[in-house]
């Protein structure tokens, strides 16, 4: 099983930026597929970005144009950059992977190996 490791997350004012950050270790890294999840008090767990291994990529609407998943296969991290942050962004962060190569992608319930998550708090 491979485990999942988030950091730099953190409290940032209206309109900055934070990279959040998720390595593997263990296993068989990078052939599956890699996303970014999170979840806000009071709200289901939401899909926000996924690299899919087979040069897809897919964010949701709510961070498109604002975020950028990156993995790197040599350092077997995934990456998450967020700009112009706002406060409707503040949740727990999860990276995530799945061996699913037909999706729904973005879906939390294609996904089986979780990490702790990083809090993001935008004021």
């Known amino acids: 099983q491979v485990q999942l490791v988030e950091s730099g997350g953190g409290s940032v004012q209206s309109g900055g930026s934070l990279t959040l950050s998720c390595a593997a270790s263990?296993?068989?890294?990078?052939?599956?597929?890699m996303g970014w999840f999170r979840e806000a008090p009071g709200k289901e767990r939401e899909g926000i970005a996924v690299?899919?291994?087979?040069?897809?990529?897919m964010y949701a609407d709510s961070v498109k144009g604002r975020f950028t998943i990156s993995l790197d296969n040599i350092k077997s991290t995934v990456d998450l950059q967020m700009r112009s942050l706002k406060p409707e962004d503040t949740a727990m962060y999860y990276c995530?992977?799945?061996?699913?190569?037909?999706?729904?992608?973005?879906?939390?319930?294609?996904?089986?190996?979780w990490g702790q998550g990083t809090q993001v708090t935008v004021s």
């Open positions: 995530a992977s799945s061996p699913t190569t037909t999706g729904p992608f973005l879906s939390p319930s294609a996904y089986n190996n």
């Open positions: 690299d899919n291994l087979f040069g897809r990529v």
């Open positions: 263990g296993g068989t890294h990078f052939t599956y597929c």
